[in-house]
């Protein structure tokens, strides 16, 4: 393959909600781009992109699939994404690296609600975006009711290039705007036929030329002075306006295509190539030092690997874009997550089975390689110069679906954590933690579509039978009030005993707080405990009634307590603890008497302190469509939320809330069938806060009878 320079490259993301086409216009993509020679169908389940096996079964992209095609001296870079919401992570992984989202919409259906999602993510990582209308043959097919809903949601910056002239069965003509021609596609490929708009045709192809003229002047001052003279432009003039408009993000044009038809592809790519920013001309990365990646090939190497699978016969690869510099074969370059050293053995452009190897790449591409020895994906791997610039990783998605998870095997509880690390390297939305204070391993992913995905791969591909169960809630335990108390720890059996008193007076503990002055403090120890919260551990022992020696002895004793605590075995957080009294024994007294003695003073101490449950709250945003903001807020209310305030975007409102975690089981699903899928939400732990009086009795009267159980 040849070398491609930073201008002959375009990085596309297929995006679009759940089965608009992406694939099947990834397909005729690769046909025309040289790549395949035959195009594969989704249904017949022979595609490039959807090519693992639970793609396959369920018949729908689950991972983005990156693709390459050459096409009249451009490289096509393309991520084919998964369109259901809960893979929108692939969808983040790859906006990130694509110069421009290529918006899939199904003719049938107007704007849909992974469209709209998605929509909210290439706003916020500002990448400029075209619209392509798919499925325009389908006897359903409202192309005039889809620009409706475009501009509703997505504002007046929706500019028609192309419009269809006989959408439904038997399309096949388009009128395009720019060009100011006709054009009739041959049914599955071929060249297109151009001729002149027909007279019926005239009046709204003028009135569309129009505003397509206006909104490309818009975006150069030169262009809007000819305009206003002149009161017209060139095409080129138009193309040099609307490519300004595209990769500034104030123009997002409209193109029309049926995928399965193959008609319009060529068209679209063409738009594509003329139209379309290449990797140095959109807005610039900047590395963790605030430094500009400018995609300059003569720049010293930086590139980012966003993304690594194994492939058959290939084993690992790594894909990566480069922000700056090229790379070659043979080349040494250096991970600057982890400083470690590679040489770079094989590039390579992957379609699928189809893979080309490439001896260079230049600022801007996007490429592959395999047998890396040290490398992640979110990793950066620089030129020896430049060994400590890092490319800051994606913001994912926040997690939003938790479960535990447990072989049924105990036996291969081993084996899952290892194949659950390795799923988690290709998919960097499913976290995996294995809770020492929960003692269960906990999956949390985008919903649970995903985890039963997750679920799928590990039994049929890992052969391990596993199951899901409710996740325990990190509830924590903390005191409201001071209390005192004393503990005598005495054990006389034979030989030596062990003597150690312990008085202590407990106090909450917050920023700020003025400590106790009844017991002057002689000396202070804060510890930031590993679970949240604080410590605080006084000594206010006077006469040298317990000896110095003895005093971390007293404190692990307490901090064990604190890891188990005293009302449901939780970890108890930001109290004060003050050390005023005690008694030693001239033979008897050892640290293990004194662990012991404030171990068990401390549990008293607690008991009489007003000791409350607290609970783990998130921060919550939920977008709704405003028709549904009834039920939601009904729903939200019926779960403990307390609503911080709303805001509207569009036809959506934004509801922000605090809600326990508690209480945010399985809300993916229940917010997806109140809304019919319409809706989205986040959320991000917030803070611990006391629960109510009620939820505390049932929770110890849980605690009860578990322990009853276990006895
Ligand atoms: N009639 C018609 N059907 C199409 C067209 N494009 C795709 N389809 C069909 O729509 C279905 C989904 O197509 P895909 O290409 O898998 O859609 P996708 O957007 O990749 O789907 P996900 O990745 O799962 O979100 C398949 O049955 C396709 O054959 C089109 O232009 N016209
Ligand atoms: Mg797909």
Not at 30 to 51: A, C, E, F, P, W
Not at 177 to 199: Q, Y
Not at 343 to 351: D, E, G, K, N, P
Not at 665 to 684: D, P, Q, V
Request: one cysteine or more; hydrophobic letters at 35%.
């Amino acid at each position: 393959m040849k070398v491609y320079q930073t201008n002959e490259i375009r990085n596309i993301a297929l995006v679009g909600g759940a089965r608009c086409g992406k694939t099947t216009l990834a397909e005729a993509l690769l046909l025309h781009g040289g790549v395949i020679n035959r195009r594969g169908n989704v249904d017949d389940k022979n595609t490039v992109s959807d090519y693992r096996d639970i793609e396959l079964e369920r018949q729908n992209s689950i991972y983005s699939t990156v693709l390459y095609a050459e096409y009249e001296g451009v490289k096509f870079n393309i991520i084919d994404c998964p369109g259901f919401d809960d893979f929108i992570g692939e969808v983040v992984g790859a906006l990130r690296v694509a110069d421009t989202a290529v918006m899939v919409l199904n003719a049938q259906n107007g704007v849909d609600v992974g469209a709209e999602i998605q929509w909210r993510w290439i706003k916020k990582m500002k990448k400029p975006a075209v619209f392509v209308v798919n499925q325009l043959e389908h006897d359903k097919a409202n192309f005039d009711e889809m620009m409706r809903q475009l501009k509703q949601y997505f504002g007046n910056s929706v500019t028609t290039i192309q419009y269809p002239i006989n959408a439904g069965i038997g399309f096949d003509t388009i009128i395009d705007v720019l060009k100011m021609k006709m054009i009739k596609f041959p049914v599955d490929g071929g060249t297109p036929e151009i001729s002149d708009i027909p007279d019926s045709e005239k009046d709204k192809a003028e009135e569309l030329y129009n505003v397509l003229i206006e909104n490309a002047a818009e975006n150069d001052e030169a262009l809007m002075e000819k305009f206003f003279e002149e009161g017209t432009l060139t095409e080129e003039e138009i193309k040099k306006g609307l490519h300004l408009g595209i990769k500034e993000g104030s123009v997002f044009p409209v193109m029309c295509i049926s995928a399965k038809m193959d008609q319009g592809v060529t068209t679209l790519m063409d738009f594509i190539k003329d139209s379309c920013p290449a990797p140095n001309e959109v807005a610039f990365d900047k590395t963790d030092k605030d430094k500009e990646l400018k995609c300059d090939s003569k720049e010293p190497l930086s590139a980012f690997v966003f993304k690594v699978t194994t492939e058959q016969h290939l084993g690992e690869v790594a894909f990566m874009k480069l922000y700056n510099g090229e790379i070659s074969e043979s080349m040494e370059v250096v991970n600057a997550n982890n400083g470690s050293k590679e040489r770079i053995s094989q590039l390579l452009c992957i379609a699928g089975k189809n893979r080309e190897k490439v001896e260079k790449a230049c600022a801007g591409d996007i490429i592959a390689t395999i047998k890396l020895r040290n490398v992640g994906a979110q990793h950066t791997l620089n030129s020896t110069k430049n060994s400590d610039d890092i490319i800051p990783s994606t913001v994912f998605p926040e997690p939003k679906f938790r479960t535990a998870v447990r072989a049924k095997n105990t036996s291969d509880d081993e084996k899952l954590g290892a194949v659950l690390s390795e799923l988690r390297k290709s998919d960097l939305t499913l976290l995996v933690e294995q809770s020492k204070e929960l003692k269960q391993m906990i999956l949390s992913g985008q919903g649970e579509q995903h985890l039963n995905i997750i679920k799928w791969i590990i039994e049929k591909i890992n052969k391990i039978e596993i199951e899901y169960f409710s996740p325990k809630i990190p509830y924590r335990e903390t005191i409201t009030k001071s209390a005192e108390s004393m503990y005598r720890h005495r054990k006389q059996s034979g030989g030596a005993g062990q003597f150690g008193e312990v008085h202590m007076l407990i106090e909450p503990y917050f920023e700020g707080m003025t400590p106790q002055n009844k017991y002057p403090i002689r000396g202070t120890e804060t510890h930031d405990l590993s679970w949240g919260g604080k410590l605080v551990f006084n000594n206010c022992i006077v006469g040298g009634v317990i000896d110095t020696r003895f005093m971390p002895a007293i404190l692990k004793g307490i901090m064990e307590r604190m890891e188990d605590g005293p009302l449901t075995g939780s970890y108890a957080r930001d109290i004060c603890v003050n050390i005023f009294d005690g008694k030693m024994h001239p033979v008897d007294s050892n640290e293990m008497a004194f662990k012991l003695a404030g171990r068990n003073a401390f549990r008293e101490a607690f008991k009489n302190a007003g000791a409350r449950i607290l609970e783990p709250i998130y921060d919550v945003e939920v977008y709704v469509p405003s028709e549904n903001m009834g039920s939601v807020m009904t729903d939200l209310q019926g779960r403990r939320a307390v609503v911080m305030g709303m805001d509207s975007d569009g036809s959506y409102q934004i509801i922000r809330a605090k809600v326990p975690l508690a209480e945010m089981n399985k809300y993916s699903t229940s917010l997806s069938s109140i809304t019919s899928g319409r809706a989205s939400y986040g959320m991000k732990f917030a803070d611990y806060q006391q629960v109510p009086a009620d939820v505390q009795s049932a929770l110890l009267k849980a605690y009860e009878e578990s322990q009853e159980d276990e006895d």
